[in-house]
C-alpha cells in the first residue's frame, strides 16, 4: 500500500502566505523526509525529522511529526515565487528496509 | 564535491532497444538507490546497491531490468527491450551510510521516451 500520502495535492496562495502541506503514512517509521522537486528536475532535500522527534525548523520551514497519528505537515512561512515546485514526503526505515517511500506530492504556486 | 550525477540526461529509444542510465554517486557514498517517477506522480523505489551488491530489489520489475554498481564505475540501470510504458524520469540518489537514518542526495535524473 502506498505510504507518505499527501494532501493537498496541489495549492495555490499569494506570496508572503503561509503554506502547509500535510503527509499521512500507513506503517512504523525511522524518519520522514521532505524534499522539493522544481518542474524537470532533480529532488532538493529539505528537512529530516526522526520518529522520536515533534518539530523541527530550518529557515522559513517547520515540520512536525505525530506518530500517533502517522501524519506530518510542512508549513513554509513568508512564501515567495522561488517556492514555487512540487513538495514529497519520504517515509525513511519503513519496516527496517533502506529505501525511501514517496508520497504523490503537493504541487505549491506561489502567485506574485 | 561535486553532487550526484547521471547521464545521460535525455535517452530516447526506440521500442525493443536497449537503455542504459548511469549513475556516479557522490564523493565517499558507496549506497545507491534507484527511484522512477511517472508524469505528476512520486517517486517509487527500484533498487538499492552497494558496491559490488545488490540489497533490496523490491521495486525492480521481474523483467527486462536489472542493476548493478561495480567496485569502479558508476551504477548502471540497464532496461532490455524497453516499451512505451518504461518512459519516464529515473533518479539516482547517494547515500554515505546506513540510510534510513540519513537523507539522500538525488542527481538530475535521466528521462528515457521510448518512441
Known amino acids: 500500500s502506498q505510504q507518505g500520502e499527501e494532501d493537498p495535492q496541489a495549492l495555490s496562495i499569494q506570496e508572503g502566505e503561509n503554506a502547509t502541506m500535510n503527509c499521512s503514512y500507513k506503517?512504523?517509521?525511522?524518519?520522514l523526509q521532505w524534499y522539493r522537486q522544481n518542474s524537470g528536475r532533480g529532488l532538493v532535500h529539505l528537512i529530516l525529522?526522526?520518529?522520536?522527534?515533534r518539530e523541527k525548523h530550518s529557515g522559513r520551514l517547520r515540520v512536525t511529526l505525530d506518530t500517533s497519528k502517522k501524519s506530518s505537515s510542512l508549513l513554509i512561512t513568508a512564501s515567495r515565487a522561488a517556492d514555487t515546485a512540487s513538495y514529497f514526503c519520504?517515509?525513511?526505515?519503513?519496516?527496517?528496509?533502506?529505501?525511501?517511500?514517496f508520497g504523490q506530492g503537493t504541487r505549491l504556486t506561489i502567485n506574485p | 564535491n561535486a553532487g550526484v550525477m547521471q547521464n545521460p540526461r535525455h535517452l530516447v529509444r526506440r521500442r525493443g532497444q536497449e537503455a542504459r542510465l548511469r549513475c556516479s554517486p557522490m564523493?565517499?557514498?558507496?549506497?545507491v538507490y534507484w527511484y522512477r517517477q511517472l508524469p505528476e506522480e512520486g517517486l517509487k523505489f527500484m533498487v538499492y546497491?552497494?558496491?559490488?551488491?545488490?540489497?533490496?530489489e523490491s521495486g525492480m520489475p521481474k523483467e527486462r531490468f536489472s542493476a548493478e554498481f561495480p567496485k569502479e564505475g558508476p551504477s548502471i540501470l540497464r532496461i532490455q527491450q524497453v516499451v512505451r510504458g518504461d518512459s519516464a524520469a529515473y533518479f539516482c540518489?547517494?547515500?554515505?551510510?546506513?540510510?534510513?537514518?540519513?537523507?539522500?542526495?538525488f542527481g538530475p535524473g535521466t528521462r528515457l521516451t521510448v518512441t
Open positions: 540518489a547517494s547515500s554515505p551510510r546506513t540510510t534510513g537514518l540519513y537523507e539522500q542526495y
Open positions: 506503517t512504523s517509521i525511522n524518519n
Open positions: 525529522i526522526r520518529s522520536n522527534e
Open positions: 519520504a517515509a525513511g526505515g519503513v519496516q527496517g528496509a533502506q529505501k525511501l517511500v
Open positions: 564523493k565517499g557514498h558507496s549506497h
Open positions: 546497491l552497494q558496491k559490488e551488491n545488490i540489497i533490496d
